[in-house]
C-alpha cells in the first residue's frame, strides 16, 4: 500500500521501500517510515514539512552540545584528513590514547583504562565478556551469573539485550536467560502500597543480598545497573541504594558495572555520575552516546587498574581476551571526542548543573494536571508519566498510545517528545536556556 500510494516525499517513500528502522512490528516491518528530521541547530530540529520543533528527547539521549556545532564537524574533517582509520589490533592512535588519559582523570576511583566500542550496546557486551574472561583467568569459571533489574536497558545485542528488564523489549526475542537474574525495578513510584521511600530500599537491598545468598557468590560474576534507569522511565533509585548495592558487591567480590551510557557526559551535569553524584566506585563504567554528542557512533568500557592488576597475576597469563571490533579505538570518533570533551568541559557542564533545577522545576509543574501522576528527574533527564486515576496510579494499560498520542500533539505544537507507553521522558540538549525550557514546558502543557 505504501509504495502504491507514495508520500509525495522521495526519501520518505524510499525508506519504505528499503529501510528497517529499530523496533518494527511484524505488520509493517520494511514499511514504517517514521518522521523525517532535515535539519539540526542548537536545540532545534526541523522536520520534512519545515516544522521547527524542540529536540525534547536530544536524538536519543546524545546530543549533549547541540546540532550543528561546527567545532565538532571540523574536529572530524580533520582527523579524517590526517589519518581515517587503522587497526587497533598491532598499531595506536594518538586520539584514543589521549582520550582515555582525560577520561581516566575524571572517572571515579581506579577506572584508569579504556576499551573502545562502538557504541552502547557494545559497551556493555565487552564488560560481560570482560567479567567472563576475568573469572575464567582467575579460575573461578563457575562465577558467572549476572545480576540485572527490572526497568532496564542496556542495549540490542543478544548478552546486552538479555539483560533488559522491561517485558515488551523482551516478549518476542530470545535471549541468554540461564545467564542473567532479575531484581526489582528500583522505583519509588511504583513502590508498593504504603511502604516509605527508606523500607522500599530496604527491601531493594535484602532482595539483593538474599538473591547473592540463595544462588551463592561463588557463581555470580557481576551486578550491572544505569545509576538512573533512562528508557524505563527516569528512574532515580531511593538515597543510599547504589552504596549499599555497591558495598554487597564488594563483600561479595562480583563486579559492579554502572552503565553510564545515558547519565555521563553532562546529563547529570557531570562528566561521570557514579562518583560525582552518587558517590560510589564501579569496577567497570560503560559509556556512549554522550561521549561524542552522537556526532560519530563511539562508546567504551572504563576497567579499574584492581582487575588489570588481578588478571596479570593470575596463574594464567597466557589467558587471551579474544575481544575486538573493527572500529575500536577509531581516530574520527576519539578526536571528535576529545572537541567535545573541550567544549563539556569549557562551561556546559556548569550550565547543565546550573540549569538542572529549573528544568526539575518547571516541569514539576505539570503534576497539576489530572492526567499526571508523577513528574520525575535527576540533572538534564525527566519523565511526565500519565496515569489513568491519581489515586490508584493505574499506568493507562488500556491506552498504551498515551505518550505517542501527546506527542504527536506536541509534534504539531513545535517539540518533539521521546514517548514511552504512558510516559513523556524529556532529556534535551544541555544547552537549552530558561526562556527554552519555558517553552517546552508550555507546549508540553497543552501537548497533554
Ligand atoms: N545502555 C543504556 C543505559 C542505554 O540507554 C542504551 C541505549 O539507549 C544502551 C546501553 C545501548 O546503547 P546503543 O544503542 O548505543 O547500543
Not at 194 to 215: P, T
Not at 378 to 390: F, N, T, Y
Request: glycine residues 10%; contains cysteine; charged residues 25%.
Amino acid at each position: 500500500d505504501f509504495e502504491d500510494t507514495g508520500s509525495g516525499d522521495e526519501a520518505v517513500d524510499l525508506a519504505r521501500r528499503h529501510l528497517i528502522q529499530p523496533w518494527p512490528t511484524a505488520g509493517a516491518i520494511g514499511a514504517e517510515a517514521r518522521g523525517l528530521i532535515g535539519e539540526g541547530d542548537g536545540i532545534y530540529i526541523t522536520d520534512g514539512k519545515g516544522r521547527r520543533l524542540i529536540d525534547g528527547p536530544a536524538g536519543m539521549w546524545c546530543i549533549n552540545v547541540g546540532h550543528r556545532r561546527e567545532e565538532l564537524a571540523r574536529a572530524m574533517y580533520d582527523q579524517a584528513m590526517q589519518l581515517s582509520y587503522n587497526t587497533p589490533w598491532y598499531t595506536m592512535n594518538e586520539p584514543s590514547a589521549m582520550l582515555a588519559q582525560r577520561l581516566a582523570a575524571h572517572a571515579p576511583g581506579d577506572l584508569s583504562h579504556v576499551f573502545y566500542t562502538t557504541g552502547g550496546s557494545t559497551a556493555v557486551e565487552t564488560a560481560l565478556r570482560f567479567m567472563q574472561f576475568y573469572n575464567n583467568a582467575r579460575g573461578q569459571p563457575e562465577k558467572k551469573l549476572i545480576l540485572s533489574r527490572g526497568g532496564a536497558y542496556h542495549g540490542s545485542t543478544y548478552l546486552s539485550a538479555s539483560l533488559n528488564g522491561r517485558p515488551r523489549d523482551r516478549d518476542w526475542m530470545d535471549g541468554a536467560d540461564g545467564l542473567v537474574v532479575k531484581l526489582t525495578a528500583p522505583n519509588p513510584f511504583r513502590r508498593p502500597a504504603g511502604m516509605s521511600v527508606e523500607a522500599f530500599c530496604d527491601f531493594l537491598v535484602d532482595e539483593f543480598r538474599d538473591a547473592v545468598r540463595g544462588i551463592g557468590a561463588e557463581k555470580i560474576g557481576a551486578f550491572i545497573a544505569e545509576p538512573v534507569q533512562a528508557s524505563g522511565g527516569v528512574i532515580v533509585p531511593p538515597e543510599n541504594y547504589l552504596k549499599r548495592v555497591r558495598e554487597l558487591c564488594r563483600a561479595n567480590d562480583l563486579l559492579f558495572i554502572s552503565d553510564e551510557v545515558v547519565t555521563a557526559f553532562g546529563r547529570l551535569g557531570h562528566v561521570f555520575a557514579s562518583g560525582d553524584v552518587f558517590g560510589i566506585e564501579p569496577d567497570m563504567i560503560t559509556f556512549a552516546k554522550g561521549v561524542t554528542s552522537g556526532y560519530f557512533p563511539l562508546g567504551g568500557l572504563m576497567v579499574s587498574e584492581r582487575l588489570l592488576e588481578d588478571l596479570r597475576r593470575s596463574n594464567h597469563p597466557d589467558a587471551m581476551f579474544a575481544h575486538g571490533l573493527t572500529y575500536s579505538s577509531h581516530p574520527v570518533g576519539c578526536a571528535v571526542a576529545l572537541k567535545n570533551l573541550d567544549l563539556l568541559e569549557g562551561g556546559i557542564l556548569d550550565h547543565a548543573r546550573k540549569i538542572a533545577p529549573y528544568f526539575q522545576a518547571r516541569l514539576k509543574t505539570l503534576e497539576e494536571l489530572p492526567l499526571v501522576g508523577e513528574v520525575r528527574g535527576m540533572g538534564l533527564m525527566a519523565c511526565v508519566e500519565c496515569v489513568a486515576d491519581r489515586e490508584s496510579n493505574d499506568p493507562l494499560q488500556l491506552d498504551r498510545q498515551v505518550g505517542s498520542r501527546i506527542d504527536a500533539h506536541c509534534h504539531e505544537l513545535g517539540l518533539l517528545v521521546r514517548p514511552l507507553i504512558n510516559m513523556c521522558v524529556m532529556s534535551p540538549p544541555l544547552i537549552i536556556t530558561k526562556d527554552e525550557i519555558d517553552d517546552m514546558v508550555t507546549i508540553l502543557r497543552e501537548g497533554i
